[in-house]
Structure formats: structure tokens, C-alpha cells
């Protein structure tokens, strides 16, 4: 076997090949099979939208979470706002939401009639603060939605408390929380119901927008199916005499589309492992950069709440001179996302609010120190090693 | 003789190694771009050339697009949307959804679309925007309907969700509103494996906003930062290469649809001395995506073909003020009358381009063996 080392002191070493933030083109590629035969099925069946597929998918996920109904739609976001359409939430009514997190955690409030109303997020770990909760809800507020990200539940049995002496409901945008738990109960259960996202990066992506709701409760799986299929009642799922049913709500539509369930299902028969190769990754992550100068916080170091568990979704860590480590790893080849440049009080579409900066110190400290790296299951050892080192070096470059 | 479904199961029969192909490579593509992407911006292009629009916006469905167009005209609490009383009901939804009140005008007995008049007669205040939908396969009186709006100052919402393939005056169905738009689910004309729609629009600024509502209010160049309340109503990168192949078969298709449509009204013709109302023949303001009779034997003219293992399929059993999730917007006392007459007797016969010729002179001959075999009904 040939091979070609460059000399020592030769030409400068070749570039290595780019880590991107985000990719599953192996384990599409792998899952293939499944795949293909998935959508063959959808093909054969005819129904592209809110048909069998769905209807499986919906079926592996109620038993995979251990949800009486799980809702498929178009998104993540969409399933929030018929979450708390569903839940009862009348027009004016207040939601007190986390003022870090993605946007439709308060957007989706407001298109659901309501009024967000920010609260603060703890010292470390980036859910929201039961204290603060306490302290922003009034008497309009009538639920509240902590947000569980990146890796771990907020505080539920803290928001609980808070909710249950206050009187408030309790829903849960558990979007990236597949996989998370508290006491063996599934994010988005706790409360009177949660969300899923399956946008592509999630833990479990599909290939376009996708997302469901989760609940324990009859009368609002009941509403929300009716609601995303133009408020039709009745069976309307891989039921083409449905769309004839009475139209009983004002309604939407958010319909999942089989092929994306098809994939779904392909990636859902080996969630457990995907999930088991992301807590190795953070793992491996943790290790290389728990005592790091310049690095303030790394998930491994911040244990979850009590009864919860970890689900690695995305690796944010917090650092120091975010922005010169990201455009470093940019020029490295290593792409990162920030998650989020900006607190939600603080965003030009909640500016009536009139919140300023300073009202949530937390939420806008993090929003400053908060980096993602490459995190998911393709990703391999050594591509985790190569972010490492290029995190080490910029440290180690700025203090010399 | 095999059951002539009313959906067609084998829509993309033809395509079937292409929507594979394409799920493959968007799946293991290089870029990992599933939403919003070059073949979604390619689509939008190459269906604002076909249109001759100054825009076309992408994103997850008709009735959202309807949503985004009525968030970006401003629509909301206080507001009043003229719709049609006989339609689907997205119509009513999008506006009370938009925080808005549906206000609901009775509809012509030719066209079953929006009576210009009727909508006329409801214009209040309050009134911000009309939205008159085509229907069936015939598009409402836009040029009425323009001048309505330009003379009132009201917002002109064209619900061409199903009317993709019409033209009118030479002019496009989504072109004569301030905006229209399509829906792309599979049974409509240009439908595809998935959920998707489309905004058009030839009025630039009223695109961008739909552009930033349609992706949470996101800035366009900066991530994470939202100016607006928006949406997640987004388009696929899967269905935005699938339908680029689907567009060069598209006329092909429509054509088919046409020629089917035409059949059946040549033959139904005579049938209106016996009580039964067909579409004429082509004509100015057409397009073919669902074949409608008139009856008031309407229940067992549907009993006859199911009899003869052809589906059929009632529309709008019921207007829309008459929905239980709309009777809360329909004024005490008042009534539309036609659309009540066309709710009672509409009846929509298969007609999608992959039926053949057989199965097109079969229902036919149903249809007509019916009219011609029962006593006739009395005026």
C-alpha cells in the first residue's frame, strides 16, 4: 500500500474537511431502506397529507412517551398555538413564558389570542425561574409555559408549585424535549400538555417542518385534531369522507405530511441509540472543556433538576468573547448557532410591551455567552476532538 | 366494472422514481437545506415567470397563505372581511383567526361565487378587506369585484386557492386581487405529495411582508431576530423540487382536465330539462379542477352512482354561516338564499387527469341514465 506523509516541516498540513452545525445526510443515507419503503407505502396508498402514515406515527409515539394522544402537524410552533387554543385559552387571557428561549414560545401565544408575560430564567441551566413566575404572574395570567432546552426540563415541580397555589395551567413547549423525563413521565406531560418539533436538527428530524402535541387529556386532543384540519369534527385522519364533516371550529390548517412521518418512523426505531451517541458526544464534549478558561459553563457541569434527566439535543455552552470563538470556529470550518442572540422581552415584535434592557438579567446575560456546537449523531470522535482543539487554541491564543 | 374513486390514489404514478430520487437527495445532500431553500426560491421563480407576477411567496398551505395575507394586510379586531356565504371554510376561519369578523354574501345561482352586489350591500365602516373565492371551476366577477374594492378603498383578497390554470380577461386567477393564492394538496390542479401553497402578489412590499411573517417575523439576514409576530409556514425543499419537475407537465394536465370537463358538459347539456344544472362549456373564467351538477335530486343521484361503483362527493352540504363554528357571525334574521339552494343540490363528479376515457363515458352515461330514468321534477 502506498502512502504519502509530508515531510517533516513541509507543506503547511491540508485543510480539514468543514463541521458543519447540523447534519444527518449519513444516517439518512444509512436508514435509507426504511425509508424508501416507508414512502413506497405512501405512494401506494395515495394519501400525502394527514393519512396513514401520520396515523402510524402517531401510534409508535403515543406508545414511545407514553402519551394518551399525540396530535401530528405541521410544526412545532403550530402545535403550541393549538395547544393553548385547545387548553382553553380565551382572548387577553396571560401566559407567563421564559424571556430566553426561541421565539414561539411567546409567538405562539399571541397568535393563539393571548398576552405573553415574561419571567426570568434560573442562575444556570436555562429554564425559567419558579421565583419569577411567581412574581410576574397577575390576575389576568392564566397559564404558564416554561420551555425545556437544549438538554434538560426546567424546573417543573418548582413551576407546578407556583402554578397549583396560583391556580394557573400548566403547558409545557417540551419542542426539543423528546426523550426528557421527569419521574419517568415524559416532557410535555406533566403539565395538561406539551409539544414536539421534528425540525431536522431536532433529536428526531424529519426532512421539512413537522411537529405534534402530547396530552393526557381527551378534550383537548379532541380540539386540537379538529382544529388542525379546518376545524372539522370527527375522524378526519386517513379518512377522506372526512372532509365532509361539520366544521365546528374556526380552525387551520396544519396537516403533517406522510413522507416527512415516513422518515419519522425510520429514525424513531433507533431513537434510543441516537440519543445514547449524542449523551456520548456531550460526554466527550464535558470532559475536554469543564475547566477551560474562558469557558463559564458546560452542560455536564450543571446537574439536572431533581427526577429529571438529560437529553442532549443541543450542546450549548456558555463562554467567554462568544462572538471572536465563533467567527474562530467559523474559520476553521466548524459551524455553531446561537441560541439566542437576543432575550424575548427584548425582540423589536414584543417592543409594546415596553420591557428594557435589565428587567430579566438572566435571560440577557446568557443571551451574550451562549454558543452551540456540533452535536448529532454523524458527528464522529475526532470531529468532536477538532472542535475542542480549536476552542482550546483560541483560549490559549488570547492569554498568551 | 372497477369502483371509479373520486380522488385519484395513483397522482404521481408516473413520478414515482423522481419523488424517490428527490427524497433521497435532499435526505444525504451536501447542503442539508430542507426548508426554504434554492429549489423552493427556483419554484417561486419559475411561477412568477409562468404568472407574469411581481412576486410569488412559497409556504405550507392555501388556507396559511390566506393567514399571512390577511396578517399583512393588518386585518384584525374591529375589522370585517366580506367572504362568500357557500365556500370552504377557510374563508370564515383565516378572518376570525386573524382576530376579524367574516361577514357572509350571498352568492350568484350561475357562478356560485360571491354576488358582487350582495358583497357591496354589506360594506360598512368597518369593512378592511373583501375576499371573493372562485369555485368549483369557475372564477367569481373579479373585474366587479376590483372596482368594489378601488371604489370602497377596501383590501381585494383573491381565494384562487383552487382556481390555479384559470384566466380571465388573459388574466391569471391569484392576479386580479391585491393578492391571491393556490394551494398545492394533491388534488388540486398543481397538487403534490405534500402540504404547500403559494402567495401572489404583484405588489413588492406586500411580498416582503409575507416573506418575514411566513418565518417568524425573522429578519432575513439576522437569525433569532423577529420584528414581527409571524408564522411557521414554511415550504418543503422535497415538494419545491418534486413540483419543478411536476411544472412541465402541468399544461398537459390541465389539459386533460379541460377536455374531461368538456365531455361532461356536452353531454349534461340537454340534461337542465330535467332538472339537472351542468357548467357550459369552457369559456372565459374557467378552469377544471372540480366538475359540479345541480339537482334537487341531488341524494339520489349521488344513491345511483355509488350504485354503479362511482364515488361522488358533496362539497358544501351547508353554507358557511350555517357551519356550527360560524353561526355566531351570521346577523339574527338574515339568510342567503342561494347559497342555501346551492348547498342543498351541489354534487361533484371525479375529474382529475389520470381518469380515462372509459371511465369518463361511464359516469356520463350514469349520469344521464338517471336523468333520463326517472320522472322528471316539476318546476
Redesign the interface.
Known sequence: METTLSPPGGSPPRAAAPI?F????AT??RL?KE??TG??D??D?????HGAKVAELERRLALWTGATHVVGV?????ALVLLLRAAGLR?GDEVVVPAYS???TA?SV??A?GVPVFADIEERGHGVDPASVDAVAGPRTRMVMPAHLFDRLADLRGVCEVARRRGLTVLEDSAEAIGMRLDGTHAGLVGAGGVLSFF?SKTLG????AGALLTDDDDIADTARALRH????GRTLDH?PG??N????????S?M????AA?LLAKLARLDADIARRSELATRYDVRLRDLPGVLAVPGAVPPHPGGNRVCYVYLVEVESRDALAAHLAAAGIGTE?????PLHL????SHLGHVRGDFPRAEAACERALALPLYPDLSDAEADRVCDEIVGFYRGRRA | MSRVPFFAADLFEDDRATLLRTVYAVGTGDAQKFILGEHTARLERELRGRLGAADVVACSSGTSALTLLLAAMDVGPGDEVVVPAFGCAPLAATVVGAGARPVFADIDPVTLTADPAAAESLVTVRTKAVMPAHMFSVMADMPRFRDLADRHGLRLVEDSALAQGGTLGGRPAGRWGDAGVYSFVQVKTFGMPGEGGVVITDDPALAAHVRVLRNHGQDAARRFHHHRVGYNSRFDEVMAAFQLHRLTGLDDRLSRRAEIASYYSRRFAPLVERGIVAPPVGGDGRFHYVYTVLTERRDALAAHLAARDIATHVYYPRPLPAQPAFTRFAPPGASWPVAESAARRNLSLPLHPRLADAEVERIADAVCAFAHGSPQENP
Open positions: 458543519p447540523f447534519s444527518q445526510a439518512f443515507d435509507w425509508i424508501r414512502c413506497v405512501v405512494l396508498r395515495g394519501k400525502f397529507s405541521n410544526s412545532g410552533t403550530d382572548p426561541f421565539i414561539a409567538s399571541v397568535l389570542g431536522p424529519a426532512i421539512g417542518d379546518h376545524g372539522r369534527g377522506f372532509i365532509a361539520p366544521t365546528v371550529l374556526p380552525g387551520c390548517n396537516k405530511d406522510d413522507l416527512q422518515v446561537i441560541y439566542y442572540p437576543l425582540q423589536p415584535c414584543f
